[in-house]
């Protein structure tokens, strides 16, 4: 039982009023709570560049079906493998047209130097679904991969013929209704005719002028006309055939190469090293821990490629100490190279040879070429 007194009076305890600076303080904490909740469901016109995985061209892949094989096979392998490794480098896009990453993701990207902030539209053009990306992403690396081995062949003294085929056709085109799909260009205006670049220079030499083909088709030879028109491409005016040309290989040799859910051209440089590897005596590694990336032609010249600041990391993170970037490159590498690895321009295939006789022969590495301005130590 509680017991009170009647006569005495009980006074509340009187309530502390906030100061203006904590309500100030708690309507902004709830304001940024809101906010960030509202970005999170917030679509952005970004994604996002990051490390992909790293695969040593000399080990094993996963192929469609979930099992390990070897990422290139050659016929007369050399019986003992490599000790080191030469790793090709991929990068992952964080986002698509269907789902774009939150801005959340996004602040925590910029302060990430591995990984980086792109416009949707650089990556997934407008008009291009994922599927389509995909598509010609698959079809870049199976072309890479037939220059890789035909740069790796020719390397080795092999002869490796080519031609020049007709994969496209615009059916607006100048060559609409004059020449079909796998037609083989054999010269033009009567001078022989060994790749695209060839009959693109020769076309624009021209000014628009009539040229005459030379191919064969199923086998039987003749000539045809074609008059280019000047069509707008990336702004400028150039002078086309209105079809889209390819190289085919006579391989001598059966090179085959295993990778699954990759795509793009920039493999094929270390594609190529690869190859040459596995078809050389000794070790072009020295046991060294090599990682690289560029694309490739025939003739082993080493071009440009994107997302080359995720790949130093992607480098960095799988363990290499060596890095083979393209020349071309080379502005994107300068301040941008993760301590630990060491940075070796190259534009050619025999480039990327001269460097890894170096590493592996302790040979001068400072003659070797380099990016103005990369640290020589990598760090």
Same mark, same amino acid.
């Given at each position: 039982?509680?017991?009170?007194?009647?006569?005495?009076?009980?006074?509340?305890?009187?309530?502390?009023?906030?100061?203006?600076?904590?309500?100030?303080?708690?309507?902004?904490?709830?304001?940024?709570?809101?906010?960030?909740?509202?970005?999170?469901?917030?679509?952005?016109?970004?994604?996002?560049?990051?490390?992909?995985?790293?695969?040593?061209?000399?080990?094993?892949?996963?192929?469609?079906?979930?099992?390990?094989?070897?990422?290139?096979?050659?016929?007369?392998?050399?019986?003992?493998?490599?000790?080191?490794?030469?790793?090709?480098?991929?990068?992952?896009?964080?986002?698509?047209?269907?789902?774009?990453?939150?801005?959340?993701?996004?602040?925590?990207?910029?302060?990430?130097?591995?990984?980086?902030?792109?416009?949707?539209?650089?990556?997934?053009?407008?008009?291009?679904?994922?599927?389509?990306?995909?598509?010609?992403?698959?079809?870049?690396?199976?072309?890479?991969?037939?220059?890789?081995?035909?740069?790796?062949?020719?390397? &080795?003294?092999?002869?490796? @013929?080519? =031609? !020049?085929? #007709?994969?496209?056709?615009?059916?607006? %085109?100048? +060559? *609409? $209704?004059?020449?079909?799909?796998?037609?083989?260009?054999?010269?033009?205006?009567?001078?022989?005719?060994?790749?695209?670049?060839?009959?693109?220079?020769?076309?624009?030499?021209?000014?628009?002028?009539?040229?005459?083909?030379?191919?064969?088709?199923?086998?039987?030879?003749?000539?045809?006309?074609?008059?280019?028109?000047?069509?707008?491409?990336?702004?400028?005016?150039?002078?086309?055939?209105?079809?889209?040309?390819? &190289?085919?290989?006579?391989? @001598?040799? =059966? !090179?085959? #190469?295993?990778?699954?859910?990759?795509? %793009?051209? +920039? *493999? $094929?440089?270390?594609?190529?090293?690869?190859?040459?590897?596995?078809?050389?005596?000794?070790?072009?590694?020295?046991?060294?821990?090599?990682?690289?990336?560029?694309?490739?032609?025939?003739?082993?010249?080493?071009?440009?490629?994107?997302?080359?600041?995720?790949?130093?990391?992607?480098?960095?993170?799988?363990?290499?100490?060596?890095?083979?970037?393209?020349?071309?490159?080379?502005?994107?590498?300068?301040?941008?190279?993760?301590?630990?690895?060491?940075?070796?321009? !190259?534009?050619?295939?025999?480039?990327?040879?001269?460097?890894?006789? *170096?590493?592996?022969?302790?040979?001068?590495?400072?003659?070797?070429?380099?990016?103005?301005?990369?640290?020589?130590?990598?760090?």
């Amino acid at each position: 039982m509680t017991l009170f007194d009647e006569n005495v009076s009980v006074v509340p305890v009187p309530r502390r009023q906030r100061s203006r600076s904590t309500v100030v303080g708690v309507w902004s904490l709830t304001v940024s709570v809101l906010v960030l909740l509202v970005l999170s469901f917030l679509p952005s016109p970004y994604v996002i560049q990051q490390p992909g995985p790293v695969l040593n061209t000399l080990g094993t892949s996963t192929d469609a079906d979930g099992n390990e094989v070897p990422l290139i096979t050659v016929p007369d392998e050399k019986d003992t493998p490599s000790e080191g490794r030469l790793d090709l480098l991929t990068v992952q896009i964080n986002g698509n047209r269907e789902r774009t990453p939150s801005w959340i993701e996004l602040a925590q990207a910029w302060f990430d130097p591995s990984r980086a902030v792109v416009p949707l539209d650089r990556i997934f053009p407008s008009g291009q679904s994922t599927e389509q990306r995909n598509t010609e992403n698959a079809a870049l690396m199976s072309d890479s991969q037939l220059e890789a081995s035909a740069a790796a062949l020719r390397q &080795l003294g092999y002869t490796v @013929p080519q =031609d !020049v085929v #007709v994969g496209t056709i615009d059916d607006s %085109g100048a +060559s *609409a $209704g004059v020449l079909e799909l796998g037609d083989v260009i054999t010269s033009l205006n009567g001078q022989p005719v060994a790749s695209v670049t060839d009959i693109r220079s020769a076309v624009q030499a021209g000014g628009g002028a009539p040229v005459t083909l030379g191919i064969d088709r199923g086998g039987a030879q003749s000539s045809v006309s074609v008059t280019p028109r000047l069509t707008d491409v990336d702004g400028q005016q150039q002078w086309l055939l209105g079809v889209g040309l390819t &190289l085919t290989f006579d391989l @001598p040799v =059966d !090179v085959k #190469v295993q990778i699954n859910n990759v795509g %793009g051209p +920039s *493999a $094929g440089m270390m594609f190529a090293l690869g190859i040459i590897d596995k078809m050389s005596t000794g070790d072009l590694t020295g046991g060294q821990h090599i990682a690289g990336t560029g694309t490739i032609d025939a003739d082993g010249n080493v071009g440009g490629i994107g997302g080359i600041r995720q790949k130093l990391y992607g480098a960095r993170d799988a363990g290499a100490t060596w890095f083979l970037a393209p020349q071309s490159n080379c502005d994107e590498v300068v301040g941008h190279v993760p301590d630990g690895i060491r940075v070796f321009s !190259v534009s050619t295939l025999q480039d990327s040879l001269t460097a890894l006789e *170096a590493i592996r022969d302790g040979g001068d590495l400072d003659a070797l070429p380099t990016c103005d301005g990369t640290p020589a130590s990598g760090s």
